[in-house]
């Protein structure tokens, strides 16, 4: 099996999406990448432990996408093996009434992991930037000042919002949050042939919208929107990766790989230091003679 260097998929602006890889061939069988996934997942959990008795660091993985490109079946397969009191998943929908009353951040800021924890956002603040971009009327709902038609929306207020994510995530990243933001690639070709799926199949005909279809026609418009957002926010403190994604067990597993290999660089992240030793014969006397 290919030796994955995470530098690889690392990008690094200025870049065309057009020009990043959708396909990566691993050199290896459909069963091999599966049992490496599997035990890059019981590291990542071990690891998540260890986080969560340290406790002085966080994580945020943000999965971003197009349609179908297989967010929420990599989320269930990556952290499988977590403990469920580390880590939490959240899938940012429309904004309620009280989230249009206030930053368009607010409620990214609510759902932000505590120390020791992972926090997976499926989809995450990058909509505003992106869904956001490409119908802009959903902007108009936030009731900014001076924003009162869609002609108001120009560059420069694209511009602001990215400034704003870089220094949201600069911020927390400087208190201890270790941010991960994955960009799950696939082809439109690919794309098709999962709508047609969906379609194909009874028991995934419920995963199907009218809508997919509609947003499909808008894919030049999305892929603008994601250039524009990638390179102007993929910093060394949270830092883009392109993920091959017309694969999805493959996928999985660079995704998984990505985040052991990172988080293996804390060397610092250690269980707490115990002085148990010192008492453990007390305390076993204790029991023994109950």
């Known amino acids: 099996m290919e030796n994955i260097d995470i530098k690889d998929f690392s990008i690094q602006p200025e870049i065309k999406l057009s020009e990043l890889p959708t396909h990566i061939d691993l050199e290896a069988k459909a069963s091999k990448v599966e049992k490496q996934l599997l035990k890059t997942r019981r590291n990542l959990g071990e690891m998540q432990n260890k986080l969560y008795a340290h406790s002085k660091?966080?994580?945020?993985?943000?999965?971003?996408?197009?349609?179908?490109?297989?967010?929420?079946?990599?989320?269930?397969?990556?952290?499988?093996?977590?403990?469920?009191?580390?880590?939490?998943?959240?899938?940012?929908?429309?904004?309620?009434?009280?989230?249009?009353?206030?930053?368009?951040?607010?409620?990214?800021?609510?759902?932000?992991?505590?120390r020791g924890k992972y926090a997976v956002f499926n989809r995450s603040h990058y909509e505003n930037v992106l869904i956001s971009r490409v119908h802009p009327k959903i902007v108009l709902n936030e009731n900014l000042p001076h924003i009162n038609q869609v002609e108001d929306l120009?560059?420069?207020?694209?511009?602001?919002?990215?400034?704003?994510?870089?220094?949201?995530?600069?911020?927390?990243?400087?208190?201890?949050?270790?941010?991960?933001?994955f960009f799950l690639n696939i082809s439109k070709d690919e794309q098709k042939n999962r709508l047609?799926?969906?379609?194909?199949?009874?028991?995934?005909?419920?995963?199907?919208?009218?809508?997919?279809?509609?947003?499909?026609?808008?894919?030049?418009?999305?892929?603008?929107?994601?250039?524009?957002?990638?390179?102007?926010?993929?910093?060394?403190?949270?830092?883009?990766?392109?993920?091959?994604?017309?694969d999805k067990p493959t996928a999985r597993y660079l995704v998984a790989k990505i985040l052991e290999e990172r988080m293996s660089t804390f060397s610092d992240i250690k269980y707490p230091e115990s002085d148990l030793d010192k008492t453990i014969k007390f305390y076993k006397d204790k029991l023994d003679n109950e």
Not at 209 to 227: F, G, H, K, M, V
């Open 154 to 181: 120009s560059e420069e207020f694209w511009n602001k919002r990215l400034r704003q994510i870089n220094q949201f995530e600069q911020i927390i990243a400087e208190n201890g949050t270790i941010i991960f933001k």
């Open 57 to 114: 660091y966080s994580v945020l993985v943000c999965i971003q996408g197009m349609d179908t490109s297989g967010k929420d079946s990599l989320i269930r397969e990556v952290f499988k093996d977590f403990n469920v009191r580390g880590v939490n998943c959240y899938s940012f929908k429309k904004p309620t009434l009280l989230e249009l009353q206030q930053d368009f951040l607010w409620r990214h800021y609510k759902r932000l992991p505590a």
């Open 196 to 246: 047609l799926r969906r379609l194909n199949k009874p028991h995934k005909n419920w995963k199907f919208a009218p809508e997919d279809i509609e947003e499909r026609q808008l894919w030049n418009n999305y892929t603008s929107a994601y250039e524009k957002a990638i390179n102007a926010t993929s910093k060394s403190y949270a830092p883009w990766y392109n993920i091959p994604a017309d």
